[in-house]
T-cell receptor
Framework: GENVEQHPSTLSVQEGDSAVIKCTYSDSASNYFPWYKQELGKGPQLIIDIRSNVGEKKDQRIAVTLNKTAKHFSLHITETQPEDSAVYFCAASKNNAGKSTFGDGTTLTVKP | NAGVTQTPKFRILKIGQSMTLQCTQDMNHNYMYWYRQDPGMGLKLIYYSVGAGITDKGEVPNGYNVSRSTTEDFPLRLELAAPSQTSVYFC?????????????FGPGTRLTVT
């Protein structure tokens, strides 16, 4: 089955700096790569996603890049703010009932 | 829309007891999922359903059962609770359109088995 590895497990940045979280996947048939943000005591919420026919996608301060050859994708957050502090999960899935395999998460702390 | 709702929010079970975690969504999604999240870990899929009357096992189904009699409800049953089932359980739902896989998550149920 699919295996998703996520790094780093914790990340601390100064407000205004950029943050990068990286994930690798094992199944070359995976074609959908979402990123979820989980705030304390809440369920994960989708923040951005990318499909295998696209190399990069941007939404304001958040961007995701995908390298299909190397089977890795990354989340980039620019101009970080304290409210960006949360746990971020990457995931990978195929055209299979939308089932996703999740990474173990990255705890991002943005220090004011 | 309330989205995905889960009850209860918290529960403490004794070893060997049983319980049902409730999940309801009001978005008319065909796909529904149950995940567990252990401390410091990602989400592991327990069971999923692609529509009423259809369920299938995920990555970690042992010790759990599900049913899907309606589009809205997807309860998760724990039989003979064990300490290894101490976790936070999340229910999620998504559209069944091949171009939209976004999953909408409930707030979670924190379960402790002692």
């Amino acid at each position: 089955g699919e295996n998703v590895e996520q790094h780093p497990s914790t990340l601390s940045v100064q407000e205004g700096d950029s943050a990068v979280i990286k994930c690798t996947y094992s199944d070359s048939a995976s074609n959908y790569f979402p990123w979820y943000k989980q705030e304390l005591g809440k369920g994960p919420q989708l923040i951005i996603d990318i499909r295998s026919n696209v190399g990069e996608k941007k939404d304001q301060r958040i961007a995701v890049t995908l390298n299909k050859t190397a089977k890795h994708f990354s989340l980039h957050i620019t101009e970080t703010q304290p409210e960006d502090s949360a746990v971020y999960f990457c995931a990978a899935s195929k055209n299979n009932a939308g089932k996703s395999t999740f990474g173990d998460g990255t705890t991002l702390t943005v220090k004011p | 829309n309330a989205g995905v709702t889960q009850t209860p929010k918290f529960r403490i079970l004794k070893i060997g007891q049983s319980m049902t975690l409730q999940c309801t969504q009001d978005m008319n999604h065909n796909y529904m999922y149950w995940y567990r999240q252990d401390p410091g870990m990602g989400l592991k899929l327990i069971y999923y359903s692609v529509g009423a009357g259809i369920t299938d096992k995920g990555e970690v189904p042992n010790g759990y059962n599900v049913s899907r009699s309606t589009t809205e409800d997807f309860p998760l049953r724990l039989e003979l609770a064990a300490p290894s089932q101490t976790s936070v359980y999340f229910c999620a739902s998504s559209y069944s359109v091949a171009t939209n896989y976004e999953q909408y998550f409930g707030p979670g149920t924190r379960l402790t088995v002692t």
